[in-house]
């Protein structure tokens, strides 16, 4: 039975790796959103009458936490609606400000897999504390609050739309933005910042190189299909921005050779890698 299983298991990879994952089994092997949100919005109306929220905590147990705030900090809660195809997605984000700093530096933080807004709070305030830099986050389709499956498009849109609410809504340029992606956020960070040139920055915290690269981990094969998805180590060379990347060294979950893999094919600035 268990030789049976092991088979099972080694064809349906094959599979995969042959056929460069399908979008049905990419869901179903990549993506794994938190089964309940860690967050609330709380609706409430502000003292012009416009619709607000107020981003609200929640434990493992349903219990619903308000947030503590460092003085002069604000968090506020926005929900991005846009229409793809006929269907209605939800981006939600919560934008941390503190009025001490510069209104014109931003970090745009995309969130690693198995987590959403409500995970990564405390991190983002230690963040913005430590870059003395305000951050806005947001969580992918089907993760957190938002509703509809993740795929590959669906993540790449959903940053799509949170910078056009940074430079457009917030009036921040793309010059003092810099989009800082963790894991599985790697992926649409770098796929934003070879759309949009004169992005400030690109922060790449334990990438992976690309998925079929990952799949193909224990044979050391490297990947640049433009098929392959989350394929960071074929587009990273178009990349126009200074480009910063921090691996753990004992990372065993994305080994740090993926971060050394987009440097043999980054073919404009030598990016900067840190192992820690």
């Not at 109306?45 to 705030?69: N, R, W």
């Not at 509809?148 to 993540?155: G, H, L, S, V, Y």
Request: negative net charge.
């Amino acid at each position: 039975m268990e030789k049976a299983k092991y088979l099972l298991g080694s064809s349906i990879v094959g599979l995969a790796k042959s056929l460069q994952m399908t979008g049905i089994l990419s869901r179903a092997t990549v993506f794994h959103p938190p089964s309940k949100a860690g967050y609330l919005f709380h609706e409430y109306f502000d003292e012009d009458y416009e619709a607000a929220y107020e981003f609200v905590l929640v434990t493992s147990t349903g219990k619903t936490i308000s947030v503590v705030l460092p003085p002069f900090v604000s968090v506020q809660a926005y929900k991005l609606h846009e229409m793809r195809r006929g269907v209605e997605f939800t981006v939600p984000l919560i934008y941390l400000q503190n009025q001490s700093y510069s209104q014109e530096k931003l970090i745009i933080f995309s969130h690693g897999n198995s987590s959403d807004l409500g995970d990564n709070y405390i991190f983002l305030l230690e963040l913005m504390s430590f870059y003395e830099c305000n951050v806005l986050a947001y969580d992918y389709t089907g993760y957190g609050l938002a509703g509809n499956k993740p795929t590959e498009t669906t993540i790449n849109r959903d940053l799509e739309c949170v910078l056009a609410f940074a430079t457009q809504r917030l009036g921040i340029p793309a010059s003092g933005i810099l989009l800082w992606g963790f894991s599985l956020g790697a992926a649409p960070s770098v796929e934003i910042a070879t759309k949009y040139k004169g992005i400030g920055g690109l922060i790449l915290q334990s990438p992976l190189a690309s998925l079929v690269s990952f799949l193909h981990a224990e044979e050391g094969n490297v990947s640049e299909n433009q098929t392959d998805m989350f394929s960071i180590i074929s587009k990273i060379g178009n990349v126009d921005s200074p480009i910063c990347i921090v691996h753990g060294k004992e990372d065993r979950i994305i080994p740090i050779k993926h971060s050394h893999m987009p440097v043999s094919y980054t073919h404009l600035t030598l990016p900067t890698i840190y192992s820690v």
